[in-house]
């Protein structure tokens, strides 16, 4: 892959990892641990806290797999990686990478 469109994708996952770090700081508040009053609070709205706190800790899990994602995929843009496939070698399709610049497998390898 050429230096300039490779440097776009690293703009890219630079500005992804912002915004996952804005999220993250965002969520912080709902993955607290849920305290509620048990006398003036009934037991669906305890549910719901408990659900809410769930959701959020399954979004920061997430976050975290997508913040390794994008940290390899700077990393293969260093050492002049980015863009092989893991399986074949094969260069993978910018359409492919355009969509997520993550992946690490060509579309035959990822079928396969």
Do not use: N
């Amino acid at each position: 892959m050429d230096a300039p469109v490779a440097e776009g994708f690293r703009r890219r996952l630079l500005t992804m990892r912002a915004d996952l770090d804005a999220a993250a700081e965002a969520s912080r508040e709902a993955t607290r641990t849920v305290v509620l009053d048990q006398a003036s609070v009934g037991r669906l709205s305890r549910i719901d806290a408990l659900q809410g706190q769930q959701m959020a800790l399954e979004g920061v899990r997430r976050r975290e797999q997508m913040l390794v994602r994008i940290e390899a995929a700077l990393k293969r843009i260093e050492t002049e990686t980015f863009g092989d496939c893991f399986v074949c070698g094969e260069a993978i399709d910018a359409r492919r990478l355009s969509v997520d610049p993550t992946i690490t497998r060509c579309l035959r390898c990822a079928e396969a």
